[in-house]
């Protein structure tokens, strides 16, 4: 089982390799966060007051902890779209491509390849989380922060716990893709995902909710309990084998 599990997530590997998909997502989160959060700090230099409102107090946070709040701010959103449009692909593709039969006649489980491309996006994410820290890093130095001290260490891990817990609530993005066999029910999917948590978060009532709880964190530590984040990996947990199990039962006539 083991030897299979590992051939699966090395094809799988292969495929997120070989396509463009996978990278251009990268490259658009990680420049896109990068480029925002640039254009918000010229924006607080300068003084605008409409920027400067919105930003509350993150606007007079300042150094790396203003820097890191309003990219947890754009990643939050930004980075729960471009995880679930990748699941999205990772497993709607197969059914948009017509790849899907050929997978019956594998000897791995269907079961054992969901789990292999969920692996492959959890290390894909991780590797996204290290990336953009980087980048968020060499634009605090840009800037002119300094070197990060002790606190400024603090402020910049909150960047990939963010990214890895965020790329870890769009795992519903996979079922549903499976579930309506396309890339578009899980971007939908996706999409109701980012309203439902900005909703909870503007009414009050996200600090413990799963798909909420990893934003407000990000951006206020002091407001979410420790606790309310030890339950975020539920949500890949229950719908990761919702996703495997929905690949278990797949036919091909329906």
């Known amino acids: 089982m083991s030897a299979l599990f590992g051939t699966a997530v090395a094809v799988e590997a292969g ?24 254009g918000m700090l010229f924006g607080v230099a300068s003084g605008d007051e409409q920027l400067l409102a919105k930003l509350g107090p993150l606007a007079r946070a ?84 300094g070197a990060t001290d002790a606190a400024g260490t603090v402020e910049l ?4 716990v963010l990214v ?14 499976t579930l309506g066999r396309g890339l578009l029910p899980g971007i939908a999917a996706t999409v109701v995902l980012l309203v439902l948590a900005q909703v909870m978060a503007v009414i009050g009532v996200g600090a413990w909710v799963p798909v909420v709880a990893p934003a407000l964190w990000a951006i206020d530590p002091g407001a979410v309990p420790a606790a309310s984040l030890a339950i975020v990996p539920s949500v890949p947990l229950v719908f990761g084998a919702l996703c495997a199990l929905a690949w278990s039962r797949l036919q091909l006539d329906r």
Not at 15 to 31: F, P
Not at 157 to 160: Q, T
Request: net charge positive.
């Open 164 to 177: 890895v817990l965020t790329a870890l609530i769009a795992v519903p993005a996979a079922w549903v893709a």
């Open 15 to 38: 495929k997120a390799r070989a396509s463009r998909v996978m990278l251009s997502i990268t490259v658009i989160l990680v420049a896109g966060v990068a480029a925002l959060a640039s």
């Open 157 to 160: 891990v909150r960047i990939p």
């Open 62 to 145: 300042g150094g790396w902890a203003g820097l890191v709040g309003v990219v947890a701010q754009i990643t939050s959103a930004g980075g729960l779209l471009a995880f679930g449009v990748a699941l999205s692909w990772l497993f709607g593709r197969e059914f948009a491509d017509g790849t899907v039969g050929g997978l019956f006649a594998l000897p791995v489980r269907r079961s054992t390849i969901a789990l292999a491309k969920l692996t492959v996006f959890l290390a894909w994410a991780v590797g996204v989380a290290v990336l953009l820290t980087t980048i968020v890093a060499v634009l605090g130095l840009a800037f002119g922060y």
